[in-house]
């Protein structure tokens, strides 16, 4: 390969990496909350895929691996962040009666509580505006309460990481992760789920 | 004998951690009676899988638009 086809292969490859970039930033904005952290997570993580792109002959491939490369970005900068100030509170952003309301004094669903079936939910994944419900929900999450919870499902970062990256005990993380989904699912259900039936 | 609240935790616990015999007998044992944390159960795991389909997702409209394949 001579020099100006290695250099048109390049630009094919950041034209695609670049076909990810709104997405991408989306994904770091959700869990970093600050844009110009975001976007230099990004830009990065498009410079780092960049090397060695060349390796991966589908899109789906190079969108999987740029974003593994994301992921580690951000796992970097939110351990970096708790190494200075440590996430204040982060167990009592929800207090421990948030959701009491939902259940009877003997711990049982109120009968307007129970959670409903579903159904096919799978089918919403399809579904553009769904995500659009799905990214307000998340944001609508006390900060650390969905940034601990994105660690744990986005970045994949087992409790025991979680702990040390926040420096939370692994009883303290579970109970935030329980109330991240109880806020999550409540969210999806009341503004998206039960509309849709009514 | 566990209530809903209880069971709540321990099907959101399951998706961080492996619980033990006696966590695992009385929530199979809650669940089987309880149609809403039966749901709530199916929630947590289409949680989880959306999480997972969210890189996807986000850029999928991006690639629509720009990328007509």
């Known amino acids: 390969m001579n020099t100006s086809s290695v250099h048109q292969a390049m630009s094919g490859v950041w034209a695609q990496l670049d076909g990810f970039r709104d997405g991408m930033l989306r994904f770091a904005l959700l869990q970093l909350r600050n844009r110009s952290v975001a976007e230099d997570a990004v830009q990065e993580a498009m410079l780092a895929a960049l090397e060695g792109a060349q390796r991966f002959d589908s899109r789906s491939q190079l969108k999987t691996w740029v974003f593994s490369i994301l992921k580690h970005k951000i796992i970097d900068i939110i351990r970096q962040r708790s190494r200075e100030p440590l996430l204040d509170c982060a167990t009592d952003e929800l207090p421990e009666d948030a959701f009491d309301p939902l259940f009877s004094e003997r711990g049982h669903w109120q009968k307007a509580e129970r959670p409903s079936d579903w159904g096919n939910p799978e089918k919403s994944l399809e579904n553009t505006r769904f995500w659009t419900v799905f990214e307000a929900c998340l944001d609508h999450l006390p900060e650390n309460t969905a940034r601990i919870f994105m660690m744990r499902e986005f970045l994949g970062l087992d409790t025991e990481e979680i702990c040390k990256a926040v420096g939370i005990t692994p009883t303290n993380c579970w109970v935030v992760l329980h109330r991240a989904r109880m806020g999550l699912r409540l969210c999806l259900e009341e503004t998206w789920f039960d509309t849709g039936r009514k | ?69």
């Open chain 2, 1 to 69: 004998m566990l209530n809903c609240k209880q069971a709540t935790a321990l099907m959101s616990q399951e998706q961080d951690r492996p619980l033990d015999l006696k966590e695992r007998l009385g929530l199979r044992f809650h669940v089987s009676m309880c149609a809403g944390c039966r749901n709530f159960r199916k929630q947590m795991a289409f949680l989880h899988e959306a999480c997972a389909h969210y890189p996807d997702a986000a850029t999928k409209q991006q690639e629509d638009d720009r990328d007509p394949v």
